[in-house]
């Protein structure tokens, strides 16, 4: 076998390939071509925004939302503590209501003895009169034959 190469011929495309022609371009209605001129002068862009404004305003909204949260918490635990001591000290109240209480019925359950050992004795008929205007409040009950 022989080293030698074929000559290479490049495929005629106009006969081998399938695709369609395109029509050729052609102006569009109220285009350039229709006023008579190709180019206009047009404003330039206007530049684009920065982001800075944004992120600031993004930033100070989160500041301000952790500052809101901060200060919420620490008002909610002031009153925490603040609860907590008024309830303890409406327990002691209350402990010192009850043994006030308790003292009063003592008192209450000796009294009769201790008038009998001062030489008291009970009244028969109390008849009582208001000070304030003079006035008998309560008479004695009339005797019934």
Do not use: H, W
């Given at each position: 076998?022989?080293?030698?190469?074929?000559?290479?011929?490049?495929?005629?495309?106009?006969?081998?390939?399938?695709?369609?022609?395109?029509?050729p371009l052609?102006?569009?209605?109220?285009?350039?071509?229709?006023?008579?001129?190709?180019?206009?002068?047009?404003?330039?862009?206007?530049?684009?925004?920065?982001?800075?404004?944004?992120?600031?305003?993004?930033?100070?909204?989160?500041?301000?939302?952790?500052?809101?949260?901060?200060?919420?918490?620490?008002?909610?635990?002031?009153?925490?503590?603040?609860?907590?001591?008024?309830?303890?000290?409406?327990?002691?109240?209350?402990?010192d209501v009850?043994?006030?209480?308790?003292?009063?019925?003592?008192?209450?359950a000796s009294?009769?003895?201790?008038?009998?050992?001062?030489?008291?004795?009970?009244?028969?008929?109390?008849?009582?009169?208001?000070?304030?205007?003079?006035?008998?409040?309560?008479?004695?009950?009339?005797?019934?034959?």
């Amino acid at each position: 076998m022989s080293a030698l190469r074929a000559p290479a011929v490049a495929p005629d495309r106009r006969t081998t390939t399938t695709r369609p022609r395109r029509a050729p371009l052609t102006a569009l209605p109220g285009g350039a071509a229709e006023r008579g001129r190709r180019l206009d002068v047009v404003r330039a862009p206007l530049q684009s925004a920065s982001g800075v404004p944004f992120y600031v305003l993004c930033a100070s909204i989160l500041a301000a939302a952790l500052l809101a949260a901060l200060l919420l918490n620490t008002t909610m635990a002031r009153g925490s503590y603040e609860m907590a001591r008024l309830q303890k000290e409406v327990g002691q109240v209350a402990q010192d209501v009850q043994e006030r209480q308790a003292e009063l019925r003592a008192a209450q359950a000796s009294l009769p003895q201790r008038a009998q050992q001062m030489g008291m004795v009970p009244a028969e008929n109390p008849t009582m009169f208001s000070v304030a205007t003079g006035e008998v409040v309560a008479a004695p009950p009339a005797e019934q034959p």
